[in-house]
């Protein structure tokens, strides 16, 4: 009985373990959401922007310190292109953050009943 007490600690001990692990990357997914919706926004609202200008505007890109004259037609298309992209990689880390929060979810189902079966 004494070593199935002792398994019990030691499976407990590592499902605690494994909730810790959960549980930071779950609030790392959730970051990564929260940023990638927000660089989403910023193109977006630099799209709509660019909107109110005619097709003969000069515009710039900055390229580390210096801007660089670009069409604002390729402006645009780069912004839309970032923008997918970000939609993209949304739908991969709403999809992850599900993964998690149902693994974790399943794993402090099983700390329960564990916690129940010792009493």
Sequence with gaps: ???????????????????????RELNGVKYQIQ??????????LANKELENYDDNTITYNSVGK?????DIKNIRKENEKE?????????A???KEKYLER???DLQGHIKDIMHSTR
Excluded: G, P
């Design 66 to 70: 210096m801007f660089v004259q670009n």
């Design 1 to 23: 009985m004494a070593l199935n007490e002792e398994t019990l600690k030691r499976v407990f001990q590592e499902m605690q373990i494994k909730n810790v692990e959960l549980t």
């Design 83 to 91: 923008v997918e992209e970000y939609k993209k990689e949304h739908e």
């Design 35 to 44: 940023s990638n919706e927000r660089e989403q926004k910023i193109c977006e």
């Design 93 to 95: 880390l709403k999809k």
């Design 103 to 105: 693994s974790l979810s």
